[in-house]
């Protein structure tokens, strides 16, 4: 057997977190440091200790965005993170990227929940529109799992101008 770093990002639905839980088999390196970088979009990586056999949180304090009022914590932005977990020697190392999308998705249930109409009678304009806007989101997010950037990018930023677009019209929905 060999050593193999692996390890999942966990779905918080909290903007201000990102956990990132570790699935390696360390064998030997099991009792040395290891690390993760996380690069935030549009930021530097940052390099932070890594915990091997724990789940390792992520926020606005330790990924050096800085904090709010008294100390909390500030929402840490949308957009795709790349994340390296790295042994030591750093010759084992795993890269995934991640799409947080939390602050999006809030926007996005409160286009969902503006309820004026009756659930027997569903506006359809309406609900092609949310479901026009849940495939970008759901492309966005199947497209950064598979690697395409690009892609995801592109997706994610068009289903975020459309939702911000629908709540700022007072007649869209």
């Given at each position: 057997?060999?050593?193999?770093?692996?390890?999942?990002?966990?779905?918080?639905?909290?903007?201000?977190?990102?956990?990132?839980?570790?699935?390696?088999?360390?064998?030997?390196?099991?009792?040395?440091?290891?690390?993760?970088?996380?690069?935030?979009?549009?930021?530097?990586?940052?390099?932070?200790?890594?915990?091997?056999?724990?789940?390792?949180?992520?926020?606005?304090?330790?990924?050096?965005?800085?904090?709010?009022?008294?100390?909390?914590?500030?929402?840490?932005?949308?957009?795709?993170?790349?994340?390296?977990?790295?042994?030591?020697?750093?010759?084992?190392?795993?890269?995934?990227?991640?799409?947080?999308?939390?602050?999006?998705?809030?926007?996005?249930?409160?286009?969902?929940?503006?309820?004026?109409?009756?659930?027997?009678?569903?506006?359809?304009?309406?609900?092609?529109?949310?479901?026009?806007?849940?495939?970008?989101?759901?492309?966005?997010e199947a497209a950064t799992r598979q690697g395409n950037l690009t892609l995801a990018e592109d997706f994610f930023e068009c289903a975020l101008e459309q939702i911000n677009s629908y709540l700022r019209c007072d007649n869209c929905?």
């Amino acid at each position: 057997m060999k050593v193999a770093i692996d390890f999942q990002v966990l779905e918080t639905h909290d903007p201000r977190r990102i956990l990132v839980s570790d699935f390696s088999e360390w064998l030997h390196l099991d009792k040395e440091q290891s690390s993760i970088e996380v690069t935030v979009p549009n930021r530097e990586p940052v390099m932070l200790p890594f915990k091997k056999f724990a789940i390792n949180g992520l926020n606005s304090v330790n990924l050096g965005l800085g904090c709010g009022n008294e100390g909390q914590l500030l929402d840490l932005p949308d957009g795709i993170y790349k994340i390296t977990v790295l042994g030591c020697p750093d010759k084992f190392q795993k890269t995934k990227y991640y799409l947080q999308n939390d602050i999006a998705q809030s926007k996005l249930d409160k286009l969902f929940t503006m309820v004026d109409y009756d659930c027997k009678n569903v506006d359809k304009e309406r609900r092609e529109k949310l479901l026009t806007l849940d495939y970008l989101m759901r492309t966005a997010e199947a497209a950064t799992r598979q690697g395409n950037l690009t892609l995801a990018e592109d997706f994610f930023e068009c289903a975020l101008e459309q939702i911000n677009s629908y709540l700022r019209c007072d007649n869209c929905f």
